[in-house]
């Protein structure tokens, strides 16, 4: 028999995507599987689609909570599978992907599955996802953290080593457990695989869609809150001057597992990142100064040359960085 799959859906007030996302599931027919729907006291007709499908639904509540990583906590309380992941309620599976995942874990090695999925907008597919990124050196992946939550599959026994969803975040408690996850196991016993599961769907009033200084500022947290786990306090106070989410709690370490040299490594390809995310919006001076406060020897070679080949760039004026992108765009 294939291994035991918990999905957990977390709701509220998404009456007019709700009824897809559970028949999403429930139409995959997989004979071994848990589903946990968590309302948070949804006032539209949320309830009345749950209780159409009640009878297929393992468990499920409606009741006033404190957000979407409080009902993701619930559902995983309940939650009794070998293989876990949440689907929100504005998103689908795609025909036949449970089975994919159960089978991908009939692998007893396997922790996590990394898939892809569609990118969906008004009923019209925008693109193909990239899916979680899994990069050689374990510092790039944990300091880029770029997690696909919904087609990223779990083995349930790594989550209860972890532990819970921090709750008081509320835009990257994906990219905090997947951090997590990789400081406690490393690289090993993951599998990415190009299969298409999901239909992630963007719409105007989705937190992914409008509240991107908010998911940066949280971000921001993270490795703030790992560069002082790890002792770095300079690196701290460039984090702080950048802008940090408020409401963080957490105990006194979260992100353990790292020797002090891979966290130092995890930090410069996080400025990496912001460096280059401000290049491509051509804000060419806040990106030297992440440039120019990194520690080369920190990279490989490929990354290196990344970044001398944009170091170079930005000598001149952003008309000519957009020549040379719309040059390369002409070759393709």
């Not at 025909?95 to 007893?108: I, M, N, R």
Request: charged fraction near 25%; charge should be neutral.
């Amino acid at each position: 028999m294939l291994s035991r799959l918990s999905i957990i859906t977390p709701s509220y007030n998404q009456a007019q995507y709700l009824e897809q996302t559970i028949d999403s599931v429930l139409s995959q027919n997989y004979q071994n599987l848990e589903y946990i729907v968590i309302d948070g006291g949804s006032t539209d007709n949320s309830i009345e689609i749950i209780k159409k499908y009640e009878k297929h639904i393992s468990y499920w509540i409606s009741e006033k909570d404190n957000g979407q990583s409080h009902a993701i906590n619930k559902g995983l309380a309940k939650a009794k599978g070998e293989v876990i992941n949440w689907l929100n309620s504005d998103d689908y599976y795609l025909p036949g992907a449970l089975k994919t995942v159960g089978e991908y874990f009939q692998d007893h090695q396997l922790n996590v599955l990394c898939a892809k999925g569609k990118v969906v907008k008004d009923g019209k597919q925008l693109k193909i996802s990239s899916g979680t990124d899994i990069y050689s050196e374990l510092a790039k992946t944990i300091g880029w953290a770029r997690i696909d939550q919904p087609e990223t599959f779990f083995r349930k026994s790594c989550i209860d080593a972890l532990g819970l969803i921090n709750e008081s975040l509320h835009y990257v408690m994906d990219k905090e457990l997947w951090m997590r996850y990789l400081c406690l196991y490393g690289l090993q016993n993951i599998r990415k695989t190009d299969e298409l599961l999901i239909a992630f769907r963007l719409h105007g009033s989705s937190k992914t869609t409008n509240q991107q200084i908010l998911f940066e500022e949280e971000t921001n947290i993270l490795y703030y809150k790992l560069a002082q786990e790890y002792g770095f306090q300079a690196i701290q106070e460039e984090i702080m001057k950048r802008g940090v989410g408020g409401g963080y709690k957490v105990g006194t370490e979260v992100f353990k597992g790292l020797d002090n040299k891979v966290a130092f490594q995890v930090l410069q390809y996080f400025f990496l990142q912001k460096a280059l995310r401000l290049y491509a919006l051509n804000d060419f001076a806040r990106c030297k100064e992440f440039l120019n406060r990194l520690d080369l020897s920190s990279f490989s070679n490929e990354d290196k040359a990344e970044i001398q080949k944009i170091s170079d760039r930005m000598k001149y004026p952003v008309a000519f960085k957009k020549l040379i992108n719309w040059y390369n765009q002409i070759r393709k």
